[in-house]
């Protein structure tokens, strides 16, 4: 059996709500889903912001991409994969 991770996703959303900005320079820029990995959207759909990862020197691959509904997608891998977040 593969081990559970459990990400506390949480303090960044608190942090976006709040207007908040992660000190990393792409913190709340536009995602352009270059990959196609989200579903199709206009330029500027989508906002993209760091989740900080523990253990890890600078931000790390962790990010939260937002859409202008929205719509939230967790990237643990830095776009690699998302998964959606209800």
Avoid: C, W
């Avoid at 081990?3 to 352009?32: C, F, M, W």
């Avoid at 500027?44 to 691959?61: I, K, L």
């Avoid at 991409?65 to 977040?85: A, K, Q």
């Amino acid at each position: 059996t593969l081990p559970v991770r459990t990400v506390d996703l949480a303090p960044t959303i608190r942090r976006i709500q709040a207007g908040e900005k992660h000190s990393h320079r792409n913190d709340g820029s536009v995602y352009q889903n270059r990959n196609r990995l989200l579903p199709r959207k206009s330029q500027g759909y989508y906002r993209e912001y760091v989740v900080p990862t523990d253990g890890v020197r600078g931000v790390g691959p962790q990010r939260l991409v937002i859409g202008e509904r929205g719509e939230m997608f967790y990237t643990p891998d830095h776009y690699e994969s998302f998964l959606r977040i209800e």
